[in-house]
């Protein structure tokens, strides 16, 4: 019986259909691989970063208007009503922290405040230099001057209108943006809450398109190199098969066609360079027909080049200084280096061969350069297979790779930012853990002891500055402290854990109120360059007869309320608060809490809360909640408390930390809570 023939392998089919295929439909299929991997993977990229590039420029607006507002004095702002006002020594000064802010960002074009009365808007600070020569046009404002309505950007009367933070979406045009702007606007409030103007600040259209301007070019550039290479494999496709080639050409032209689709598929999938570039070396080498192939990256610190990609080399890391060999030399010229003769080449070091008994013959190397010129690195090819050198089609190859390299670099510094981000978010989730951890969490079991207590710390950013604390000093008397720390995020949860340590340790020694927040502040004010500064209000009670020695830096007034429903707040012994500069003097008062009576503490984040309308919660409202619940135990109080504030915020981003503190003393005192 006749056996029947094997099946022909898929591999072998495919390459006797590329053989019967017309020249010209085999380049232009050739063509369209490559562009089918690179045209969505570089449309969805651009996409990407163009939006992510623009939603940053927006928020780097909105950072430098809060910078240039937190150094602002409200009160002082209010002062300026007359024009004259503009030349007195008291405005000039006022202007210092928007000149600052202007100074540290140059393509700020404009940056001033106003103010809107009777629907009408007017001008109070402007730090446009007024120009000396009088043949330069003279663009700055004075007090009071009325920004003319028909000009005003809709987004100005929008922030005035809400009295949030807005930025433009498109480019506005006035007598002073002739050629069009972004602006940026933050609402400016009152220590007392009070909403009294707008922060402004312009970014012009020249300047918004430059920094847009890096990355379409990076687009740009890929897309051409992009579409340069698909036509270059689909020519190189078609001229050999046009000619009369062997079959080894033919698959030699399939094998770069691979390569490159390779290459393009890692492109398109993979973000980091090293990640990606042992791929495009791999490829490299076999696109050039070439025994080695080599990737340097330029160290210009060390001004060196180290070896990323070594292939057929054991060692993993290699370095050449950049004044010397072939690759020093592309890197210092920045051009490409085509070798003929390697032992014939003056620049070339013998030492690698002799030491791993090998013969470099002829070299191919590039320089992989920056959009602005800088080199990042050099691909180096060693010893053309079957040839005896490198021949200008494989100088043009080379580059095009470089390029594709380039383009690696480009979306890798793109997408840095996107990753650290997400590092920076988990490190705030762990230095969240770290620092509630830091607070007590366990408190005395409701009528075991002579007091109850309960505190709730809820941080406005992933870390605060808020804290409280409560410890016995001694055998009948505790310390209870709750503080405030200036500022957000991670400087003020370091500087709260510093705080928060050295009461603790102050207190356990001298338990003075007055002395321990003496103590405290010269540690604090010692080496404090960013003026860094907390309030405090620290009480130590006495559980035999309840009596409170107290002393308050800075921080609001805690309440003391009866059963009865009266209360009343404890308003002496008011100091400035800890940390802002040392040798302060700080004073006692005393009271005592009667059985049944409680001590309520809380932070500015509480009675401030601001609803989506910027109406704060208030003195008042807190002062009627707390009464109504006096006969509830401190847990239900305080959660109570916390719900008002969020019922109040209605949705708003909480815009500071909120701390209470509850503590009701037994109707007869007992035995100490344990800690």
Known sequence: MSQQPAPMPMDRQLQRRVRGMPPALLGILATLAVL??????????????????????????????????????????????????????????????????????????YLYTAIRRDGKIYFIYDVTPTPTDPKVEDNSVGVMEQYPAAEAPP???????????????????????????????????????????????????????????????????????????????????????????????????????????????????????????PTVISETSAIMNAERCSFFLYDPGRKCLVGQVMQGMEAKTFTVPEGAGVVGRVARSKKLSNVLDAYQDPDFDRS???????????????PVLAEDGTVLGVVQVINKIGSRSFDEDDEILLEALTGQMQMAFERARLTESYVEKRRMDSALKLANNIQMSMLPNEFPEPGSGPFDLHAILVPAKAVGGDFYDFFPVDEHRWCLVIADVSGKGIPAALFMAKSKALIKAFASVNCAPDDVLMRANNELAYDNAAAMFVTVFLAVMDTRNGEMVYSNAGHNHPYILTAEGEHRLLMDADCVPIGAMPDLEFSCASTVLQPNEVFYMFTDGVNEAMSPTNEQLGDDRLTELLVGLVGEPVKVQNEVVLQAVRDHANGAEQSDDITVMSIRRARSSGVNVES
């Open 352 to 366: 690698f061969d002799i030491k791993n008994d090998y013969r470099t013959r002829n070299i191919l190397a590039a």
């Open 36 to 109: 089918l991997v690179l045209i969505p993977a570089g449309m969805f990229q651009s996409r990407v970063s163009e939006r992510a590039l623009k939603d940053e420029i927006r928020a780097g607006l909105l950072r430098t208007a809060r910078m240039a507002a937190s150094s602002l004095d409200m009160e002082v702002h209010q002062q300026f009503t007359k024009p004259e006002d503009e030349f007195s020594d008291a405005y000039q000064q006022a202007l210092a922290p928007l000149i600052a802010a202007k100074q540290a960002d140059p393509q700020i074009a």
């Open 155 to 277: 987004e100005i009367s929008q922030a005035f209108d809400t009295r949030k933070a807005v930025v433009s979406e498109n480019f506005y045009f006035d007598e002073w943006c002739v050629d069009g702007c972004i602006g940026g606007y933050l609402p400016l409030f009152s220590k007392q809450g009070e909403f009294v103007g707008i922060l402004a600040l312009d970014l012009t259209k020249g300047d918004y398109e430059k920094r847009l301007a890096t990355i379409r070019k990076a687009i740009t550039y890929g897309g051409i190199i992009g579409v340069l290479l698909a036509l270059l494999v689909g020519i190189g496709v078609w001229l050999v098969r046009c000619s009369d080639r062997n079959k080894n050409d033919l698959g030699r032209q399939l094998t770069t066609v691979n390569a490159l689709l390779n290459i393009s598929r890692a492109l398109a999938q993979k973000l980091g360079v090293s990640e990606l570039m």
